[in-house]
Each structure stands twice: as structure tokens, then as C-alpha cells.
């Protein structure tokens, strides 16, 4: 299942727009206040459709579908004591196998009404029954998941009752493959469920030697987007997990920065998902998986050497997959072909943005102006070319208002270039010839 087109009417900040995304990588530019994560939320309520009848425990914050918040319905504020609200419409299409193969949806909510209708929703809601009918057979499911910017810090604890007191699930029960979709759309992680997961199939393989296809399909996903990574295991003392890099160094997740443990997080929790739907293609379950997965600033926290590679290791780690992200990267934009570039603030590139320089996408997809110096330095370029013009007119200092203002911004600035030998010889060679020395 991928997402084809979507309409947002009256969403949060969205007046009325429509949107088209091709079925491998999109990345949503713009500048902020453009509506980027708004376009991920909308697109969420689609994914969070076709699975709300049944017993999948999905939602956010443990609903039955992703529902509207309160604060995602436009307002229209006409006075200060006059705010009006709109009616929330979304609709679009899933495309099933291929762009043949598509199924329409549409929900609503009418001012003052209380949840989102679904009646324009029921082929969507029919393709969910059927997913429920392959799920004792050997046929794939859909992968959903969208991770937010609170994907580092939210954590979801399983938690059952012993001798009336709750504590935390530490092992893998034996579930359904809608384990799946557990909390796909919900804004926290679920770090400790794979965890919970990969240990306890680890310990299964060491004591009864079970079948390691997931397992290696798992290990695989991780090893394929952390470059330094050459195997990972749980370390059950630690109670973590340990990756093993070039120079046979052991390292627990929990000692990485933000950056590591966000892409790990995020591969993680992708290919347990996938595992977890279609356990039946064994070591091949992460790659030949389908369906969407939804990332707000897939940027957060990477080094740019990171944000040069991330698209294309998401590429080859989960091939049959869609994404749809969010970036103010310029790193992200270079790595990206045209059409996989959807800009709010609007234009579409007018070539492949792998073939520019930063400097070019800065100033080209990202509309920051001369973006190879700082505006520090745009602005002395700025007083210094004033000031020369000036003294080519025959105005000084001694005589001129302006000139002599401007010449006491660049002594100033004299100050702050001093360490710029070729800066401070032009500037006292302009003023010894001002003066006529």
C-alpha cells in the first residue's frame, strides 16, 4: 500500500491544497509555518483508516485510528473576540499493488461535530477487512508507522500486573502479526518492545536453536544504515543492545548520541514491524515488505556526513517502501532526484539537485540568499561597497554625514577583521587616500 494524492482542506494552517507523491521518497521542504508536519498528520488519518475496525491497537495513544485533535482544525480569526472554525475535509487515494490497483477515501467533521465520519471511507475500511482475512495465511500485510520529532524522547512501556503491582514487560510474548501496527501512529517510540523482541529471539537461537532468518533479517537492516556497525547483539546484563564496529569495539546504544540513537531507533522499529507483519518471508521480510512510513525532520540530530547518505541507505535498507519526510537540510535536498522534492514556499527544481552545490541549493530550493558567506559578513560587504562609492563620488568623511557614519561602522569592523590582513590593508588604504596621503 502506498499513498497516491491527498486533499487538505481547512487543517490546521491548510486552507485548501492538493498533493501528489511518487511511490518510493518524498522530502517536504519549506520554510516553517509552511505546513510540512500538517501534510505528514493529514496523511496519517489515511494510513490510521483502514485498519479501524479491528483489534490492532494502533492508534494514538492506544485508539482505535488516528482521530482529529481539537487543535488541527483551522481557525479563522476575524476579531479579537470572533474566531471562526471550518469544516475538515481529507480525501485522496492508496494504491494497493500498482497505480491500477487504488482505493479513494475521504473523512470529515462539520463544525461542531465530534469525530471525523468515515461513510466516504469504505472501500478503505473494506481493504482493511481484507488484510484481516490474510492474517492465517501466507499472504503480506502493509507496513504504517510515522515517527515525530518526539520520537527521541517518548517511550511506550508494556506493563502487566504481578502480585497487584505493575511492572515492565522484559521478553517477547507470543502475539498476533498485528503486533505490527502496535502504536504505528502514535508520536512515541516503542524502543523497548523491539528491544524485547530481538533479545528474546536471540536467546531463543542460543538455547533452542531456532530458525534465524528474522533474526539475520533484523541484524541485517541495522548493519546496512549505521556504517560502523559490523554485527550487533543483546546484552542481557547491560540490558541493551551492542554494536560491534570496524575495530572489534562492543558499544551499548544507550552510550551513543542522539544521532545514532535516533537512525537506529528508527531502522529498528521499521524492520520489527515488517518482521512482525510478514514473518513468512523470513530473511527477506525487510526488503520485499511494503507500505508507507511518515518522518518529521529526518534530519534531527545527523551530522551533514549523515545527511548526505540517509536517503539512499533508507533507499536500500527498505526498498518496497514509501517514505514521506520533512527536512531543512540542504545535505538531505543534494542527495535527492527533482521529482522527489515537493516545495511548499513553491516551484519545483528546475534540474536534479544531486548535481548542484550547497551553495546552489541554499540559494535555489531554500531561497537563502547568498548562502556561501554569513549574513555577518553580507552586511560588512554591504557598509564597505556603500562606503567606496561614496569616496568615488569625492565625498569624505571630514564633510559628509554619511560618509563619516559609514566610515565609523567600518572602523569597527576593522576590529572584528583584524585577523584579515588583505581586509584591514584595503581599509587603510581607502582612508589614507580619502585624506590625500
Not at 492538493?18 to 500538517?38: C, H, P
Not at 539475520?216 to 556504517?227: G, H, L, R
Amino acid at each position: 500500500m502506498k499513498i497516491n494524492n491527498i486533499h487538505i482542506e481547512n487543517f490546521k494552517g491548510i486552507e485548501n491544497r492538493d498533493f501528489e507523491f511518487n511511490s518510493q521518497f518524498n522530502v517536504l521542504i519549506g520554510e516553517n509555518g509552511t505546513g510540512k508536519s500538517s501534510i505528514l498528520d493529514a496523511i496519517s488519518i489515511g494510513m490510521g483508516t483502514f485498519l479501524m475496525n479491528t483489534t490492532a491497537s494502533f492508534g494514538l495513544k492506544g485508539t482505535k485510528s488516528r482521530p482529529l485533535l481539537k487543535d488541527e482544525i483551522r481557525k479563522v480569526i476575524i476579531s479579537d473576540d470572533n474566531i471562526e472554525f471550518s469544516d475538515v475535509i481529507l480525501s485522496g487515494t492508496f494504491c494497493i499493488e500498482n497505480i491500477d490497483d487504488c482505493i479513494s477515501w475521504k473523512r470529515e467533521q462539520k463544525v461542531g461535530a465530534k469525530n471525523l465520519t468515515v461513510r466516504d471511507a469504505t472501500d478503505l475500511k473494506k481493504y482493511g477487512r481484507e488484510v484481516l482475512d490474510k492474517l492465517k495465511t501466507n499472504e503480506d500485510l502493509p507496513l504504517i508507522a510515522y515517527h515525530t520529532t518526539g520520537r527521541l524522547w517518548g517511550q511506550i512501556y508494556e506493563k502487566i500486573k504481578e502480585g497487584g503491582k505493575e511492572k515492565k514487560i522484559e521478553y517477547e510474548r507470543i502475539g498476533s502479526r498485528l503486533d505490527g501496527y502496535y502504536a504505528c501512529l502514535d508520536p512515541r517510540s516503542i524502543e523497548q518492545k523491539f528491544l524485547n523482541w530481538f533479545k528474546t529471539y536471540e536467546d531463543n537461537i542460543l538455547k533452542f536453536n531456532k530458525d534465524k532468518a528474522l533474526y539475520i533479517a533484523f541484524k541485517n537492516s541495522i548493519t546496512s544504515m549505521v556504517p560502523d556497525w559490523q554485527e550487533i547483539h543483546f546484552h542481557w546484563g547491560l540490558d541493551d543492545l551492542l554494536g560491534k564496529d570496524h575495530n572489534e569495539k562492543w558499544t551499548p546504544l544507550r552510550n551513543f548520541s542522539d544521532g545514532y540513537k535516533g537512525i537506529i531507533s528508527l531502522t529498528a522499529d521499521i524492520a520489527y514491524r515488517a518482521i512482525k507483519l510478514n514473518p513468512h518471508l523470513g530473511e527477506r521480510a525487510v526488503l520485499d515488505t511494503k507500505g508507507i512510513v511518515l518522518i518529521d525532520e529526518i534530519d534531527m540530530h545527523l551530522h551533514p556526513k549523515w545527511q548526505k547518505r540517509i536517503v539512499d541507505d533508507l533507499k536500500e535498507t527498505f526498498p518496497n517502501i514509501q517514505f514521506i519526510v520533512t527536512t531543512h537540510s540542504p545535505f538531505i535536498i543534494q542527495s535527492l532526484r527533482a521529482e522527489e522534492v515537493i516545495n511548499l514556499d513553491g516551484g519545483t527544481p528546475n534540474e536534479d539537485p544531486f548535481t548542484k552545490s550547497i551553495e546552489e541549493i541554499a540559494e535555489e530550493e531554500m531561497d537563502v540568499e547568498n548562502a556561501h558567506r554569513s549574513l555577518r559578513f553580507n552586511k560588512y560587504q554591504e557598509i564597505a561597497a556603500k562606503y567606496f562609492d561614496l569616496i568615488e563620488q569625492g565625498k569624505k568623511s571630514n564633510d559628509d554625514i554619511a560618509t563619516n557614519e559609514l566610515k565609523k561602522e567600518l572602523d569597527s569592523l576593522e576590529l572584528e577583521f583584524n585577523d584579515d590582513p588583505v581586509y584591514v590593508a584595503l581599509m587603510q588604504a581607502e582612508r589614507k587616500s580619502e585624506l590625500g596621503v
